[in-house]
């Protein structure tokens, strides 16, 4: 597509129940980035894939939180047995990756999980 | 590891007048630097970025940023805000090692531009 698409773009959910957020990033793009915005503050890094390499999970805050990503293409990020403090808004990026030219990432219109 | 300070969760100017917000950064390999824009109720936008060569960048929207390696820092700077210039604005950073092309982003800064 000619940007990063996210889905859903709102989701409300209730304590306690698993939910899966998705990207679809540009395509061609090998890198792809996962961050949380919470209401007024920065972007809190959770994890990065590039190509087949291990994903960077340093950022996944507890065991709740994966994601996983086909090949080059989409990624599902999912939070079991959600918590109030995971609302938030999920934002995905892609980028074309590798360690040479200009890479800067593209971002989706984010996620709005509201965990009740 | 890299990292991004902002320095100014808030800052206001009024209309006409400079802009100035403030970026240091850490990291152990030369870093590509970007700063990024977010408008209300809208998605990240890139404003300008720093590669490699001319460490004075221009951006979009009449932004620019320099990069300065010997006080680690890319400040964004406009002459003449607009009332169009309010949003958010993030620093980050790429630093190029073997896996580290991890984006990093800065707390972010929220710019008001006052009449």
């Known amino acids: 597509g000619a940007g990063v698409s996210q889905s859903p773009s709102n989701k409300v959910t209730e304590k306690g129940k698993d939910v899966e957020l998705r990207c679809d990033p540009i395509s061609g793009h090998t890198a792809l980035y996962w961050y949380r915005q919470r209401l007024g503050q920065g972007l809190e890094f959770l994890i990065y894939f590039q190509g087949n390499s ?4 340093s950022g996944l805050p507890s065991d709740r939180f994966s994601a996983e990503r086909t090949g ?19 934002l995905c990026a892609s980028s074309s990756g590798g360690t040479k030219g200009l890479t800067e990432a593209f971002f989706g219109q984010g996620t709005r999980l509201t965990v009740v | 590891a890299q990292s991004v300070t902002q320095l100014g969760s808030h ?7 400079l802009v100035l917000l403030r970026c240091n950064y850490s990291s152990s390999v030369p870093p590509y630097l970007f700063w990024y824009v977010q408008y209300p109720n809208q998605g990240l936008q890139l404003l300008l970025k720093y590669t490699t060569g001319a460490t004075l960048v221009k951006g979009i929207n009449g932004f620019e ?16 805000a607009h009332m169009s210039d309010a949003a958010e604005y993030f620093c980050a950073v790429r630093g190029l090692t073997g896996g580290g092309n991890k984006l990093t982003f800065g707390t972010g800064t929220q710019l008001k531009v006052e009449l």
């Open chain 2, 11 to 17: 800052v206001s100017v009024s209309e006409g007048a």
């Open chain 1, 54 to 57: 291990a994903p960077d999970k």
């Open chain 2, 65 to 80: 940023a320099e990069f300065k390696k010997s006080e680690t820092s890319f400040h964004l700077t406009k002459p003449s």
């Open chain 1, 72 to 90: 080059e293409s989409v990624s599902t990020l999912t939070i079991q047995r959600t918590q109030q403090e995971d609302s938030a808004v999920y």
